[in-house]
């Protein structure tokens, strides 16, 4: 009986435990009848807030990408380029801060000036003064050659001729400082495909291929294969000399000679050959230029009613080629430092005026050859190629002999009736 006891004394705290509520959850039941009730699905929303992280997490990534390729650009992007050449050739990257993203030697001789030195980052103005520092110990620049064409390109004109400006002021206040001056070229770029292509081919930079170009618009004898492996000082030299001034191109200070003879040695030179003396001159000129592979001074001077020409070696003195002619004025305009022209008329040659041929009126083949072997100071035996003809020049009928002899080449015309030498040209092949 102590069992049944037991179990009527659980029932009864079930019972007190858990209360019947049938019938109120039955009516609770019919009251929620035809509801929806909405379920909250938490696995959705989870995703979804996965995918906006997502979503901004690779914006933010963006930002940060343009942002850094903004800093990256506006350190390592280049704005502009400037070209220092002396004979050494170097190309300098700036960026829109001014700021140095590449040196790169054009040549050998850049290849030298920049040596070790680490520009990157630098200050165009301080990178440029390194530079021309390491020219000047190098010997590139000195009183002999002292020259330098810098050359800004870029998209923006105004900043380019603004940076040239000061670049420019700042290499020649350098310059200047020294125990010389200096002269300095200064342009800004006008690319096109022309110039680009060339600077290519004879590995120059764009800034000294403008240069260039510029000189033989202005003079067609020149070719830009003949200049292109000239100096700076070599250019502007010429440059100098022409009747033309180079355009688009500023220049400070005087390109220097010390490397040469100077035109009062040249001038010299031609007169004690033409056997004339200075104050019997008149419409004297004179020209630095570029031929037969050297520099040369190209004098023209009128003397009594002769025209002469020289080409003169600048550096050494000698006489490449020279050419007188005749067939000017007998009675020619005077010096304009003179009352009267010269009376007297000299003869180029010492060979005495022969009789006239019989028969003919003409000397012949034969003297006409002898008169001009014995003005050029040869042998027959001596030449080669040589040819005679006769013809006739501005109411003269002349022997026009040509021939070679070592390295040269002469030709003369020589008139038919008196053996005068009526010109002639003597030309080192």
Same mark, same amino acid.
């Given at each position: 009986? +102590? ?24 009516? +609770? ?24 992280? @997502? ?19 506006? @350190? ?28 790169? $030697? ?22 440029? *003064? ?27 004109? /105004? ?10 002021? !700042? ?14 070229? #200064? ?24 240069? =260039? ?5 202005? *003079?067609?004898?020149?070719? &830009? ?65 570029? !031929? ?14 002769? !025209? ?13 080629? &020279?050419?007188?002619? @005749? @067939?000017? #004025? ?13 009376? #007297?008329? $000299?003869?180029?040659?010492?060979? $005495? ?12 083949? #034969? ?35 040509? &021939? ?9 015309? =020589? ?11 003597? /030309?080192?092949?």
């Amino acid at each position: 009986m +102590k069992n049944d006891k037991i179990e009527r004394s659980v029932k009864r705290a079930f019972v007190n435990a858990a209360p019947y509520q049938l019938d109120k959850v039955t009516e +609770k039941c019919k009251e929620q009848k035809g509801k929806v009730i909405p379920l909250e699905n938490k696995q959705a929303k989870k995703s979804i807030n996965k995918t906006f992280a @997502r979503i901004a997490a690779a914006a933010a990534a963006l930002v940060l990408m343009i942002m850094g390729s903004y800093a990256y650009g506006e @350190r390592y992007g280049v704005a502009s380029t400037v070209a220092l050449d002396v004979n050494p050739s170097i190309e300098i990257g700036v960026n829109k801060g001014e700021k140095v993203v590449y040196v790169t $030697p054009k040549n050998e001789d850049g290849k030298k000036v920049i040596g070790d030195m680490k520009l990157e980052g630098s200050d165009i103005k301080v990178a440029v *003064n390194a530079l021309i520092g390491s020219m000047l110990r190098e010997g590139y620049i000195s009183e002999m050659a002292n020259s330098i064409l810098i050359s800004v390109n870029g998209d923006d004109a /105004e900043k380019n001729a603004a940076m040239q400006s000061a670049l420019s002021a !700042e290499v020649t206040d350098m310059l200047n400082t020294g125990s010389f001056q200096g002269a300095v070229l #200064s342009q800004t770029i006008t690319s096109d495909p022309e110039t680009k292509r060339l600077a290519e081919e004879y590995g120059i930079t764009e800034g000294k291929a403008q240069l =260039i170009r510029q000189i033989t618009e202005n *003079n067609a004898a020149h070719t &830009f294969e003949e200049l292109a492996g000239l100096s700076v000082n070599e250019l502007n030299l010429i440059g100098e000399s022409g009747t033309k001034s180079i355009a688009n191109v500023t220049s400070a200070g005087t390109a220097s000679e010390r490397a040469y003879i100077g035109e009062a040695e040249a001038k010299r030179i031609a007169l004690a050959h033409a056997g004339v003396n200075e104050g019997d001159i008149y419409d004297y000129e004179f020209e630095m230029d570029y !031929e037969h592979g050297a520099m040369i001074y190209e004098l023209e001077f009128d003397c009594a009613g002769c !025209e002469y020409e020289y080409d003169i070696n600048a550096k050494t003195g000698e006489i490449i080629k &020279f050419e007188t002619d @005749r @067939r000017g #004025s007998v009675s020619p305009s005077p010096a304009p430092d003179a009352a009267t022209a010269p009376a #007297s008329t $000299p003869t180029p040659s010492s060979t $005495p005026t022969p009789a006239a041929n019989a028969e003919s009126g003409y000397i012949g083949e #034969s003297k006409a050859k002898q008169i001009a072997l014995a003005h050029a100071g040869v042998s027959e035996g001596s030449i080669r190629e040589f040819e005679c003809e006769l013809d006739r020049e501005d109411g003269i009928t002349v022997y026009e002999i040509d &021939f070679e002899c070592g390295n040269y080449e002469y030709e003369y015309e =020589i008139n038919a009736l008196t053996g005068e030498i009526v010109k002639y040209d003597i /030309e080192e092949e």
